[in-house]
Every structure is written in structure tokens, then in C-alpha cells.
């Protein structure tokens, strides 16, 4: 039997593949140091499981509203509201099993066949996967890499808009190189996206992973909130990745056309989780602050590793779990043409695993330096200092 021809467009989230390889080295006896996906060992807050387990025990496990229960999103209104300075209702709401089916909602919302959206890249892989499977056209704008991080391309994004630009999306604090927005950085991608009329999806999955002061959204901006939908997710803050359990923030209209997608597609987030939400939202923060104590101590080992190690050096982003090292020199060293071959050899040399920037998008035409990814989000402080060593011996040979 023929599958549909338009599945030739759908991508995947090319870490897995990572992690796939790890296990199957890992089954083989040998212990294995994982920097490689971005999921989290750090416990859910107590809060939460006991506020959830005592909803599963006073019978919240039948249906409830596609747009999720008025309670929970009443809660982020005010939370996402406050932070950003702005005023949300839970009509502004949708809730969603997990902040990754925001994309395709926002796009299949948005976006005509044919239209095209500007997309990081490197960046979340769902992006450029998603704009093509419902029929856009992906157009990817990059990073300049600068003593202090990443900064946005301005240039190639301004270049790169024409009649058929319908939709812009933006990572502040971003998936794979940590990335975080000057203000006036934020004010230049605004007035492109307001004088361009542009809708925007701001990914704001990592905007409470901040280790010091004040998180910055760009919906914030005047002119903005009304042309933004916020992927908002509780997976990081909240240490639920497998909870699956966020939501979609936006103008009324458009939220109300996501909910009715989650009609058609799941009917509703389980229940008795958006109950356990409601008390992580409202309830004891200090579950939260911890998570961001161990993750900041995890963050200090990993720079401090790869910067000992000879060929490397990486400022200590103030943003996220991951590290975006330039490797070229490590490349050159060991006369490796292909970034995926050092990842590779790691492992099998090493023991540690790591993603490479071609888990991140296609890479585009104009890159010569090469990158990889190391997320600090699975893996404890002695492991982290045990697989930097091992590291350190294996790229300066």
C-alpha cells in the first residue's frame, strides 16, 4: 500500500536518533556520559505529583474542555500575563498536551500553502519540519557567533522578506546555542515583524531557565501582542518533560481556531495533570528555584570542562541547558571533514554523547565553522566533570 506523498516533507526530532545510538552503545556495558538530548533527571517539584495524584484520586480522569479546564487557564493568564507585563484572560488560552504541538497549530492557524515563514536555523528541528509537511515554504535565517554568544542575522531576516512572508518565528533563549536577545535586538525583529505584518511565534520554552535577572519577551513590545502567539510549556520550568503538558497564548481569535484543532486531534489534555498545574503555577516555588540552583551548578562543570580543553572556548550563556561550542579546531586536529564522524568516534572513544549543529536544521549554504551541541539538563556534576575529562583527552590527541 502507497503512504501520502506528503510525508517526504515531514522531518523528525533528529536527537532521538542520538539517544538511539547512546542506548545501543550504553546496552553493550559501557557507561555512557549523556550530554545529547535535553531532557531532564532533576525531580518533578512534590507539589505537583501529590496535587496531581489527589486529582486522579477525586475522579479528574474523564473529558474536560478542549481548551483546557477554566482553572489552569485562568492561572497562566495571570503568571504569563504578570511576567511580561500584559493583560491575558483564559480566553487567551489554549491548553496543550505539551508545548510542541503549538507549532503545528500555530502554522496550520496561520499559514496558506505556499506562504513562507522565516524559521531559525540552527535551531528546533520541528520548525523547518512542520512549515514543510502543511505546505509552506521554510526559509531559515541564522546566528553571528560573537564573543559573548549568538546574535540574530538582522540582515539575512530583512533580506529575506517578500509578499509571500506570512509568519516569523523567534527562539529568545534558544535550542541549541542559548541565545538570548539584547533589548534592542528584541526592538529590531519587532519593527521588522510589525512593519512587515507578520505574524509571530515566540517560543518561550526556556523563559524561566534564567540564572540571573529578568527574562524579556518580545510580545511584550508595543505593536506586538497582538500579532504573537506564545509557546509556553511547562516541561523545563517545571522538570515535566514526559508530563506533556503546555499551552498556546495569543489573540482570542486565533486561539480559539487552535483549540478547535485540539478538537480534532486529541479532544483535551489529560485532566488531572492540569489540575496538578495549577497548583505548580500557584502553589510553592521553591521546587522551581531548585531546579534552577542544580541546573546553574551543572551549567558552571560544562564551561568550565570545554573551556579546559584545548581548541575550545564558550562564555557561559545565562539562559537554558545547553552549550554551542565551535569545534573547527578539534576538526582539524583530527582531520574530520564531517561533524557527524566526531560525534561518532566520541562516543565510541569516550563514552560521551552530543548532538551535532546537523541535528538542528539543514545547514545553510554560507556555514564553514562547525558546532555541537552539549545539553546539561540528564546529567549529574560528577558525570559531567568525568565525561569533560574524557573529552579533553580524546580532542586534543
Keep these: 500500500m502507497k503512504l501520502a506523498n506528503q510525508l517526504e516533507k515531514l522531518g523528525t526530532e533528529t536527537a532521538f536518533a542520538v539517544s538511539a545510538a547512546a542506548a545501543a552503545w550504553g546496552a553493550k556495558g559501557n557507561n555512557i556520559y549523556p550530554f545529547h538530548l535535553g531532557d531532564m533527571n532533576v525531580p518533578t517539584p512534590g507539589n505537583i505529583v501529590e496535587a496531581t495524584k489527589k486529582a486522579i484520586g477525586d475522579g479528574y480522569t474523564g473529558y474536560c474542555p478542549g481548551a483546557g479546564i477554566p482553572e489552569l487557564r485562568a492561572a497562566i493568564a495571570r503568571d504569563v500575563g504578570a511576567k511580561r507585563q500584559l493583560d491575558y484572560s483564559m480566553e487567551n488560552v489554549s491548553i496543550q498536551p505539551g508545548g510542541k504541538p503549538v507549532i503545528s497549530k ?38 553571528v557567533e560573537t564573543a559573548t554568544g549568538f546574535d540574530l542575522d538582522l540582515d539575512v531576516i530583512r533580506r529575506s522578506i517578500n509578499s509571500n512572508t506570512r509568519a516569523l518565528i523567534y527562539n529568545n533563549f534558544q535550542n541549541p546555542n542559548g541565545a538570548e536577545s539584547s533589548k534592542a535586538e528584541m526592538e529590531a525583529l519587532a519593527r521588522i515583524a510589525i512593519e512587515n505584518d507578520l505574524w509571530v511565534l515566540s517560543d518561550e520554552a526556556y523563559f524561566e531557565i534564567q540564572y540571573s535577572g529578568t527574562p524579556e519577551s518580545i510580545v511584550s513590545l508595543p ?12 516541561s523545563k520550568r517545571f522538570a515535566m518533560t514526559g508530563w506533556r503538558l503546555g499551552a498556546a ?12 484543532f485540539n478538537t480534532n486531534i486529541e479532544s483535551c489534555t489529560a485532566p488531572f495533570i492540569q489540575r496538578g498545574m495549577v497548583d505548580a503555577i500557584e502553589g510553592d516555588p521553591s521546587g522551581p528555584d531548585a531546579i534552577i540552583d542544580e541546573l546553574r551548578r551543572r551549567r558552571d562543570a560544562s564551561v568550565a570542562g570545554l573551556n579546559a580543553i584545548d581548541g575550545i572556548s564558550i562564555h557561559a550563556p545565562n539562559s537554558t541547558f545547553y552549550l554551542f561550542p565551535n569545534v573547527t579546531r ?51 556534576v ?16
Design 330 to 380: 578539534i576538526m582539524e586536529r583530527k582531520g574530520f571533514t564531517d561533524i557527524n564522524q566526531l560525534m561518532d568516534e566520541a562516543l565510541i572513544s569516550t563514552n560521551v554523547s552530543f548532538c551535532t549543529r546537523k541535528h538542528f536544521g539543514r545547514p545553510l549554504e554560507n556555514e564553514q565553522d562547525h558546532y555541537v551541541r552539549f545539553a546539561y539538563s540528564g546529567i549529574d
Design 382 to 397: 560528577d558525570d559531567i566533570n568525568e565525561g569533560m575529562a574524557r573529552l579533553k583527552a580524546y580532542f586534543e590527541v
Design 223 to 234: 505593536g506586538m501582542q497582538e500579532r504573537s502567539i506564545i509557546l509556553y510549556t511547562c
Design 249 to 260: 497564548i495569543g489573540p482570542q481569535p486565533a486561539i480559539d481556531v487552535v483549540s478547535k
Design 106 to 143: 500555530f502554522l496550520a492557524t496561520v499559514m496558506n500553502p505556499g506562504d513562507e515563514v522565516l524559521y531559525p536555523n540552527p535551531g528546533y528541528p520541528i520548525y523547518e519540519s512542520q512549515i514543510e509537511y502543511q505546505g509552506g515554504v521554510a526559509v531559515p535565517y541564522g546566528y
